[in-house]
């Protein structure tokens, strides 16, 4: 999948820093990842380590090097502080900067204290290129679905009224609303429409991106893009009003964040699971 989103032109930052100004920041998101702490652990019959991998190396091929990764959420499956001592040092070894935000399988504590430490922070900016990225905290402690507190509202709003004229990306890890899927929208964020008002009020917002549901999406929803892209590992059954997998394979999605408000992004998989793909009918 591959698409153009083209806002006005806007005036705003330069490029990367000492690069032509026309040359886009490259965005990589990587989601879901569910990892354990045993290299051998599965999830619903596959090894997230090596899904993680085949991602890796398929985004080696395609897209490499980005100018920074997001991951969205639901980094470690088993609450294990080794599960994320490991997903930092695979992504230190990428030297690529990343950028964590926690989903509700994450223990945030841990994943601040070992993997990434400015995650603590419910709503931080990270500037890319001319672009900014709001990254959120939507997390609920001892919750499946997700919440946006007063602060990330607030903060929300703080950027909005900025005036900055700098073209921005919201990445959080639940969905904002409902997607069809009667079980994963029980779990979307529990005050979608207030968020949604906030974000509809931002001048420069060029699209939302989730994680969570495991799938490739995209709905208008007040006015605002909404993204949510597949897991590394297993993918949920779009639709479905019970759990069930799907059989399609694991991806991330691209991003090219233009100088002029241009956004093109799109989602690649890989072309088979490193193990047997086998259906299961039982929740995660
Ligand atoms: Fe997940």
């Known amino acids: 999948m591959a698409d153009t989103d083209a806002p006005a032109p806007r005036t705003g930052g330069s490029g990367r820093c000492g690069q032509n100004a026309a040359v886009p920041f490259r965005l990589l998101q990587l989601t879901d990842l569910h990892l354990y702490a045993d290299p051998e652990r599965r999830l619903l019959g596959q090894n997230t380590r090596r899904t993680l991998e085949s991602v890796l190396s398929l985004a080696q091929t395609r897209h490499w090097p980005p100018d920074a990764i997001v991951l969205t959420g639901d980094l470690v499956h088993d609450e294990q502080p080794a599960a994320y001592r490991f997903l930092r040092s695979r992504f230190d070894g990428l030297g690529i900067p990343y950028h964590c935000i926690p989903g509700n399988h994450?223990?945030?504590d841990l994943l601040v204290g070992h993997l990434d430490r400015s995650a603590a922070s419910a709503l931080r900016l990270v500037p890319a290129g001319a672009w900014d990225l709001l990254l959120l905290d939507s997390t609920v402690?001892?919750?499946?679905?997700?919440?946006l507190d007063e602060r990330v509202l607030a903060g929300l709003a703080a950027h909005a009224a900025a005036d900055r004229r700098r073209p921005t990306l919201v990445f959080l890890h639940h969905h904002l609303a409902p997607l069809g899927s009667r079980w994963i929208d029980t779990m979307q964020v529990d005050n979608g429409p207030a968020a949604l008002a906030a974000l509809a009020s931002h001048p420069d917002l060029s699209a939302v991106i989730c994680g969570h549901v495991h799938q490739d999406a995209e709905q208008r929803q007040a006015g605002l893009r909404l993204l949510a892209t597949p897991s590394t590992?297993?993918?949920?059954?779009?639709?479905?009003r019970d759990f069930a997998l799907d059989p399609l394979t694991p991806g991330y999605r691209w991003l090219e964040l233009h100088p002029d408000g241009r956004l093109d992004t799109g989602v690649e998989r890989t072309d088979a699971y490193p193990e047997p793909f086998t259906p299961a009918t039982e929740g995660y």
């Open 106 to 108: 994450d223990r945030l």
């Open 141 to 147: 402690p001892a919750e499946e679905g997700g919440h």
């Open 233 to 240: 590992c297993v993918q949920f059954l779009p639709g479905s």
